[in-house]
Nanobody, 126 residues
């Protein structure tokens, strides 16, 4: 079992920045690739970013590429999502998730992730 707890969400003006954190406990954090997903009201959950077990490979949705950065600190069992140049359309509940994947790989498919946090709300005002 892996328990995930997100933090860092809030209200920010368009153009601003936020950093989300996701702290993991339970099984060895470094055994899991990690992903960030988001879900806006009335919409399906969508992929935002992911990072491989050793942080050697990352991936981003086109909508956030160049603005968001995913990183992880395996010593602290924490994954981060640095969000810059935020737009109103980034407003959503953001979830972190963990998936057991081979080294150097990650996934953009939410149904592959077996562990999820409770989510943190990000609201971007125009």
């Amino acid at each position: 079992q892996v328990q995930l707890v997100e933090s860092g969400g809030g209200l920010v003006q368009a153009g601003g920045s936020l950093t989300l954190s996701c702290a993991a406990s339970g099984r060895t954090f470094s055994s899991y690739a990690m992903g960030w997903f988001r879900q806006a009201p009335g919409k399906e959950r969508e992929f935002v970013a992911a990072i491989s077990r050793g942080a050697g490979s990352t991936g981003y949705a086109d909508s956030v590429k160049g603005r968001f950065t995913i990183s992880r600190d395996n010593a602290k069992s924490t994954v981060y999502l640095q969000m810059n140049s935020l737009k109103p359309e980034d407003t959503a509940v953001y979830y972190c998730a963990a998936v057991n994947r081979p080294p150097g790989t990650w996934s953009h498919r939410p149904n592959e992730y077996g562990y999820w946090g409770q989510g943190t709300q990000v609201t971007v005002s125009s």
